[in-house]
């Protein structure tokens, strides 16, 4: 009979970048690029998926994305609306938040709508 520490288990195991696209203002005027990604958050996270539809060539998927914090401390700055990047086991997830609540787990939860054509047909 398999056995399994819930001691080792991580918690958060994939990393995740929260970001959105704009004009970086951090550098001198004359040097000021738009459409650059700007990053809100980086962290360790767990991905699970919700649900999924497929209409013709488009995939819509939704997930859950918990991400353990220090409640009492932290400050979240991750809005409706900002991009969302991850890698699961090999697949890459990139979507919106849809949006983001606190979790009785101390940490928090967020949602993300992820919406993907397939481009082989294409071809």
Known sequence: MPYFDRHKLNNAPYPAVVYYMGEDNTKPLDEREENVEIVVAEFMCDIQQNSHTMERNNIKAEYSVYVPIDSA??????????????EQNGVHIVGSVAGVFPSQLDGVTMYVKVNSEDKSSEE
């Not at 401390?73 to 991850?86: M, Q």
């Open 73 to 86: 401390t932290a400050v979240v700055n991750v809005r409706r609306g900002h991009l969302f990047r991850a």
